[in-house]
C-alpha cells in the first residue's frame, strides 16, 4: 500500500518557509560534515519565494553553498534566459545571486534548446541528475490543477525529463505575468514524475485558500493521473508543509 504523504500546518507561510528552510541548512551541514555535495531540486513559483530569502539569511549568517548542486525543476520552451519570466531568471533573481553558489552546479533546462535536440537535452540533464549523485531533496510547489514542475493531467509516472505542452489552467495562471495568456509559452521542458519520485526527501510547499481543495485531493484521493501530485502517495519519504490556508480541508 502506499503511505501517504505527512503533512505540517504551520501558522503562517512564513513560518513554514523557515522550517523547511532549517531543513535544509541541516541537511547541508551535515553533508559538508561528511565533505559530501547536497543536490537539491528546487521549484518556481510565488510559493518558495520566502523559503529563498530565509536561505539567503541563513548565508549571510554563515550557511555556505559552495557544496551545493542543484537542479531545477523545469524552464519554458521558447524564451531565452534574459526574459524577465525565465525560469533561469527567477532562480538567479531569488536565490542564486544572492548565495555563494558556484554557478558550475547549477542546472536549469534550457528553454532555448533548437526542437531537434530537445530529447538529447533532456536525457543530457537526467543523466547530470544521476552523476551528480541523485537528487537529496526536492522542493516541490502544486499548481491548481495538481501539477508538480510541469506534469500536467494526464503525465504517466514513468516518464522522466521531458517536453510538454502546458494546461490551460496553467496558462491562464501564468497569464498575469506574461501580460496576457496569448504570450505565455505554451511548452516547457519539466522534470518528470519518474525523476520526481527519485529523490530521496521530497518537500512540497503550498500556501494561500486557492490551493485548500488541491492540497486536499493530493493527499486524500488515490493515485490518479488527472492530479500529477497523488503521485507523491507512493514516495516514501514527502511532506507537505502548508501554511492554515491551505491546509484548511485536512482534518
Ligand atoms: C508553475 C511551476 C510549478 C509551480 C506552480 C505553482 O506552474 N512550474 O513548479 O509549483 O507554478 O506556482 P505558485 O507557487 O506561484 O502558485
Same mark, same amino acid.
Given at each position: ?10 501558522? #503562517? ?9 532549517? %531543513? ?5 551541514? #551535515? ?29 549571510? %549568517? ?23 519570466? #525565465? ?26 534548446v533548437?526542437?531537434d535536440n530537445i530529447e538529447s537535452h533532456c536525457s543530457a540533464y ?46 491562464? %495562471? ?50 490518479? #493521473? ?26
Amino acid at each position: 500500500m502506499p503511505e501517504v504523504p505527512s503533512y505540517r500546518i504551520f501558522a #503562517s507561510s512564513q513560518s513554514a518557509s523557515k522550517a523547511l528552510a532549517e %531543513d535544509i541548512s541541516q541537511l547541508i551541514r #551535515s553533508r559538508d560534515s561528511e565533505e559530501r555535495t547536497t543536490v537539491l531540486g528546487l521549484a518556481t513559483g510565488n510559493t518558495p519565494v520566502q523559503l529563498y530569502k530565509e536561505l539567503i539569511r541563513m548565508h549571510r %549568517d554563515g550557511l555556505s553553498f559552495r557544496n551545493v548542486v542543484t537542479f531545477n525543476l523545469d524552464e519554458y520552451i521558447g524564451i531565452d534566459r534574459e526574459h524577465p519570466e #525565465s525560469y533561469w531568471q527567477f532562480m538567479h533573481s531569488h536565490l542564486f545571486n544572492h548565495i555563494d553558489i558556484n554557478p558550475e552546479n547549477i542546472h536549469i533546462p534550457e528553454g532555448m534548446v533548437a526542437a531537434d535536440n530537445i530529447e538529447s537535452h533532456c536525457s543530457a540533464y537526467e543523466n547530470q541528475i544521476e552523476e551528480a549523485g541523485g537528487i537529496d531533496l526536492q522542493v516541490l510547489g502544486i499548481g491548481r490543477n495538481g501539477h508538480i514542475g510541469f506534469n500536467e493531467p494526464g503525465v504517466s509516472p514513468d516518464v522522466a525529463t521531458h517536453a510538454t505542452e502546458l494546461n490551460q489552467v496553467t496558462i491562464n %495562471d501564468a497569464a498575469e505575468a506574461f501580460g496576457g495568456a496569448a504570450d505565455v509559452p505554451q511548452r516547457a521542458i519539466t522534470m518528470g514524475v519518474k525523476t520526481i519520485l527519485g529523490a530521496q526527501r521530497i518537500a512540497l510547499l503550498a500556501f494561500g485558500s486557492s490551493k485548500a481543495d488541491i492540497v486536499e485531493r493530493a493527499l486524500t484521493s488515490g493515485i490518479t #493521473s488527472e492530479v500529477p501530485a497523488t503521485y507523491l502517495q507512493s514516495h516514501n519519504d514527502t511532506t507537505f508543509f502548508l501554511d492554515q490556508d491551505a491546509g484548511k480541508r485536512l482534518s
